[in-house]
């Protein structure tokens, strides 16, 4: 009878904390990928700066290829490399060079693509940005009509001058 007690309290425990454990674990990905993604904006200006040449990030399902188009999210991993024709696309004829690749992003709801449809961002020698400034949501993996949905979205913006902040 004690164990029945035991057992039906600590089912009403776990109930009633499960939701909130379930937003934790959401909320912890989008900043673990905020985080990851920005780390990675700033190595690619940092390179560009160090080397004196144009680096590029550009998102990579397979972690050896350039991804374009509305297929391609920056939720799918990246490519970081030295982009000597500033095409913004790894390219191995244009003796391009491979500085890091990031898988995908595990335990995420998604990432909202750039409104330009940008899946890469160049950075010259001199640390600044080409074309425009680049903004992209990282989503928690929660449903919409979750209460704490908004405030769990982070959106991360990177401008012309290379600076990688969330906004």
């Not at 397979?62 to 991993?77: F, H, K, M, S």
């Not at 390219?91 to 890469?120: C, F, K, Y």
């Not at 020698?125 to 449903?143: D, E, M, R, V, Y």
Request: proline share 3%; aromatic share 6%; hydrophobic share 40%.
């Amino acid at each position: 009878m004690e164990l029945l007690v035991t057992l039906a309290v600590l089912a009403v425990v776990l109930g009633l904390a499960a939701p909130d454990m379930q937003r934790f674990l959401a909320r912890r990905a989008v900043v673990a990928h905020v985080d990851a993604f920005t780390s990675s904006i700033r190595l690619t200006r940092a390179e560009a700066i160090k080397r004196g040449e144009t680096v590029s990030m550009c998102v990579s399902s397979d972690q050896a290829t350039c991804l374009a188009g509305a297929g391609a999210t920056w939720d799918q991993g990246w490519l970081i490399f030295v982009d000597r024709d500033a095409s913004g696309t790894l390219d191995a004829g244009d003796d391009d060079q491979l500085v890091r690749s990031e898988p995908a992003l595990r335990g995420s709801g998604g990432v909202t693509t750039d409104p330009a449809g940008r899946t890469s961002v160049t950075f010259r020698s001199n640390g600044l940005a080409t074309g425009a400034a680049l903004n992209i949501t990282f989503q928690p993996k929660l449903s919409a009509d979750d209460p704490g949905y908004s405030d769990y979205e982070k959106q991360v913006c990177v401008s012309l001058q290379g600076r990688a902040r969330s906004c």
